[in-house]
């Protein structure tokens, strides 16, 4: 979360140069609610030592409302099709929820 929180204020900043400004937080998905979470609360455990700086860092910016957190279901996750190995039905999903076409499917309404 923290190096695509880093990803997100870059770009936020180019476009502010580009004189593309953006008032409303960037929406950061996540399908970790335990990530999610140890972003969220500002209590750590023993456990979550080993990540505080990142934690903090994404903290500061969803406090400064820089950026949103959002719970994505690992159904949904859009990006799988480039992470992981699909077949069938979940290919045809994400595809038709990204507006992927097929480019070889026959054409619609012919005669």
Known sequence: ???????LLWAKQLLGELAVEQSC?????????????????????????????????????????DIVTIFVNSND???Y??????RGFRVDYICNNLGVDNIYAPARGEC
Do not use: Y
């Open 81 to 86: 099709i480039f992470t992981k190995t699909l």
């Open 25 to 65: 937080p960037m929406k950061l998905f996540c399908d970790n609610q335990a990530a999610l979470h140890i972003a969220s609360n500002s209590v750590f455990h023993e456990m979550t030592k080993h990540i505080k700086v990142d934690c903090h860092f994404v903290r500061e910016k969803l406090q400064s409302q």
């Open 1 to 7: 979360m923290a190096l695509t929180t880093g990803e």
């Open 77 to 79: 996750q859009l990006t």
